[in-house]
């Protein structure tokens, strides 16, 4: 369970939560669609599965509205709760790296971008073309094709700290 937040915490949070969800809404008609709800809680540090988002969030956050879109009204309670809670922090650095040495079995210290992309695809949930393309986008060494992955870690660790 997360540490207790102050009337500081909320406010920078809510606006954060705000800027998040703007993000997504295009049109700025105060909703984004169902399917965003996930790429956006993972941009505010939230990172459930895609069976916690479909079976426990977006089921809280629509109610009883049968609509492919999530109101701002109901995010923003949702996510402070969900914020405040701690439950869906990204896993440690060590747990990362983990998952990075289980497709490294020679202990390279690398993996080549197409092998991870194909599990990403294939392995558990699949994950959406454009989260790929955007993971890529920053781990993929250009030249080499490959995902250094202590070096992708300490930066995902720089970012968060900062």
């Given at each position: 369970?997360?540490?207790?937040?102050?009337?500081?915490?909320?406010l920078?949070?809510?606006k954060?939560i705000r800027?998040?969800f703007?993000?997504f809404?295009?049109?700025?008609?105060g909703?984004?669609?169902?399917e965003e709800v996930?790429?956006?809680?993972r941009?505010?540090g939230?990172?459930?599965t895609?069976r916690?988002v479909v079976k426990?969030i977006?089921p809280?956050?629509?109610?009883?509205?049968?609509?492919?879109?999530v109101?701002?009204e109901?995010f923003?309670?949702?996510?402070?709760e969900?914020l405040?809670?701690?439950?869906f922090?990204?896993d440690?650095?060590e747990?990362?790296?983990?998952?990075?040495?289980?497709?490294d079995?020679?202990?390279?210290?690398?993996?080549?971008?197409?092998?991870?992309?194909?599990?990403?695809?294939?392995?558990g949930?699949?994950?959406r073309e454009?989260?790929?393309?955007?993971?890529?986008?920053?781990?993929k060494d250009?030249?080499?094709?490959?995902i250094?992955?202590?070096?992708y870690?300490?930066?995902l660790s720089?970012?968060?700290?900062?």
């Amino acid at each position: 369970m997360g540490e207790p937040r102050d009337e500081t915490w909320y406010l920078e949070t809510k606006k954060r939560i705000r800027e998040a969800f703007q993000l997504f809404d295009k049109d700025r008609k105060g909703c984004v669609v169902q399917e965003e709800v996930a790429t956006i809680m993972r941009y505010l540090g939230a990172y459930p599965t895609e069976r916690a988002v479909v079976k426990e969030i977006l089921p809280d956050m629509m109610g009883e509205e049968a609509s492919a879109f999530v109101k701002y009204e109901t995010f923003e309670p949702k996510m402070l709760e969900l914020l405040a809670g701690g439950e869906f922090e990204p896993d440690s650095d060590e747990t990362l790296l983990q998952c990075f040495r289980a497709f490294d079995e020679e202990g390279r210290g690398y993996v080549e971008a197409t092998k991870l992309r194909e599990a990403l695809i294939t392995k558990g949930t699949p994950f959406r073309e454009k989260e790929i393309e955007a993971f890529m986008e920053v781990a993929k060494d250009e030249e080499t094709g490959r995902i250094y992955y202590e070096d992708y870690v300490a930066l995902l660790s720089a970012e968060s700290n900062a």
